[in-house]
T-cell receptor
Framework: GESVGLHLPTLSVQEGDNSIINCAYSNSASDYFIWYKQESGKGPQFIIDIRSNMDKRQGQRVTVLLNKTVKHLSLQIAATQPGDSAVYFCAENLEYGNKLVFGAGTILRVKS | DTGVSQNPRHKITKRGQNVTFRCDPISEHNRLYWYRQTLGQGPEFLTYFQNEAQLEKSRLLSDRFSAERPKGSFSTLEIQRTEQGDSAMYLC????????????FGSGTRLTVV
């Protein structure tokens, strides 16, 4: 969904289920993408990144999928845990090392 | 090295006062970035440095804002004549300009202008 001001989209999942968080990025020329997790009162924490020459990358319990045709990025979290509750942001840039442009965040709530 | 360090963590100031924040990046990182984040929004780019050179400044960075990185290590962000609209979290990040694994962010400085 779209986020406006304080009304970030929220995804609520049951502990142990898989989570999928989506992001639409803005620039078709972007070359590098990152997912960040941000907990209350803390800075964004790196989760996983992917370059535009790939369409999938896996980490520990996380997978990022990139669809350049529709400028869409998704983050899949396997076996979601209460500690995964946070706001998740995708970010893009034209070339690694330059400024990042952040998308609207998604709140992930994990129910025990 | 324990990551990107920002000081102070919180700052409350009266409107019209000047404030200065400090960022100590990861020591081997040559790029340093400043972002601003307001409640419910993603971080917005302000400016970045490669070593001591300031390579880009956002239009968000009005003439009341100035950033420096004099020796290519730590950086300062100064806001002059603060306004209530400056209240936000100010985040610093650092990276290597090639390769690496993302950009590492600090915990931020939360500014409240009263």
């Amino acid at each position: 969904g779209e986020s406006v001001g304080l009304h970030l989209p929220t995804l609520s999942v049951q502990e142990g289920d898989n989570s999928i968080i989506n992001c639409a990025y803005s620039n078709s020329a972007s070359d590098y993408f990152i997912w960040y997790k941000q907990e209350s009162g803390k800075g964004p924490q790196f989760i996983i990144d992917i370059r535009s020459n790939m369409d999938k990358r896996q980490g520990q319990r996380v997978t990022v999928l990139l669809n350049k045709t529709v400028k869409h990025l998704s983050l899949q979290i396997a076996a979601t845990q209460p500690g995964d509750s946070a706001v998740y942001f995708c970010a893009e840039n034209l070339e690694y090392g330059n400024k990042l442009v952040f998308g609207a965040g998604t709140i992930l709530r994990v129910k025990s | 090295d324990t990551g990107v360090s920002q000081n102070p963590r919180h700052k409350i100031t009266k409107r019209g006062q000047n404030v200065t924040f400090r960022c100590d990046p990861i020591s081997e990182h040559n790029r340093l970035y400043w972002y601003r984040q307001t409640l419910g929004q993603g971080p917005e780019f302000l400016t970045y440095f490669q070593n001591e050179a300031q390579l880009e400044k956002s239009r968000l960075l009005s003439d009341r804002f100035s950033a420096e990185r004099p020796k290519g290590s730590f950086s300062t962000l100064e806001i002059q004549r603060t306004e209530q609209g400056d209240s936000a979290m100010y985040l610093c990040a650092s990276s290597l300009d090639r390769g690496g694994h993302g950009y590492t962010f600090g915990s931020g400085t939360r500014l409240t202008v009263v």
